[in-house]
Nanobody, 127 residues
Framework: QVQLVESGGTSVKPGGSLRLSCAAS???????????LAWFRQAPRKEREFVAA??????YYEDSVTGRFTTSRDDAANTLYLQMNSLKPEDTAVYYC???????????????????WGQGTQVTVSS
């Protein structure tokens, strides 16, 4: 059974940094079973939006986080990470990790392309 569990969300001041973790179980990150791993976020009263993804196609970032956020993975720990630097109030959201067995370059930024989701972790950026 595939499970994704996010952690690391908290409150931080503008300009601060956070690292989110997504622990995977039921599959290994380095297997061919799951071809794409991604981060999405959802702010109050907004649609869920793409943040970053990693797959055999490459690594992708949403424009507003490029240069500030980095996604990486530790295959030994079976964990996906999102390092977030220079945080802004508009980064406030619930952050989700997601995984899917089938992806293309046309769909990698779409939430409906992902089959498995974590429960989310809250990130609040406020002074």
């Amino acid at each position: 059974q595939v499970q994704l569990v996010e952690s690391g969300g908290t409150s931080v001041k503008p300009g601060g940094s956070l690292r989110l973790s997504c622990a995977a179980s039921g599959f290994t990150l380095d297997s061919l079973f799951m071809v794409a791993l991604a981060w999405f976020r959802q702010a109050p009263r907004k649609e869920r939006e793409f943040v970053a993804a990693t797959s055999g196609l490459g690594v992708y970032y949403e424009d507003s986080v490029t240069g500030r956020f980095t996604t990486s993975r530790d295959d030994a720990a079976n964990t996906l990470y999102l390092q977030m630097n220079s945080l802004k109030p508009e980064d406030t959201a619930v952050y989700y990790c997601a995984a899917t067995r089938l992806i293309s370059e046309a769909t990698i930024r779409r939430a409906d392309a992902y089959e498995y989701w974590g429960q989310g972790t809250q990130v609040t950026v406020s002074s």
